[in-house]
């Protein structure tokens, strides 16, 4: 529905499993398991080494980007792609898209946290977020899709 509402929407699945939602998708990352993090900075490495990002924003609503950019230097998208087990022109592809879009709306399930490092696993999302300074625009965030628990009527 949303993509008939929008023809222009793309849409990015990184899951190591081909699902239903994956086949949807305009471009796939199906990424080794475990391997979220390595993704998410090398997709920041681009965005900041090649000014894909809002200084302004990053300047007004954060802090330690500077330090930041120096822990990505070496996720390069060829040093993530070996970890990955994915194509470094499609975490460019995947970089782009998300840093050059007016918002980015990015939906995980529980897997993304719930797991040893799924603190890290989400901090590393949201930078994504904060580097183009999609926090806070209308259609752009990030957020965890759960299904609720369903009780039967009283």
């Known amino acids: 529905e949303a993509r008939a509402r929008n023809p222009g929407l793309r849409i990015i699945v990184v899951d190591p499993r081909r699902t239903a939602t994956a086949a949807e998708a305009d471009l796939h990352l199906a990424i080794l398991p475990g391997t979220d993090i390595a993704l998410y900075n ?8 090649e000014g894909w990002i809002d200084e302004d924003y990053i300047r007004d609503h954060t802090a330690g980007f500077t330090e930041l950019k120096q822990t990505l230097r070496e996720y390069t998208p060829e040093a993530a792609a070996h970890i990955c087990g994915v194509a470094a022109a499609d975490i460019a592809t995947a970089a782009r898209w998300f840093a050059r879009s007016a918002a980015t709306l990015s939906l995980y399930c529980q897997g993304l946290n719930q797991s040893s490092h799924g603190t890290h696993n989400h901090c590393a999302l949201i930078n994504l977020h904060l580097a183009p300074g999609h926090i806070g625009r209308p259609g752009a965030g990030a957020g965890e899709v759960t299904e609720a628990s369903r009780s039967p009527a009283p």
């Open 42 to 49: 090398a997709m920041l490495h681009l965005m900041l080494w």
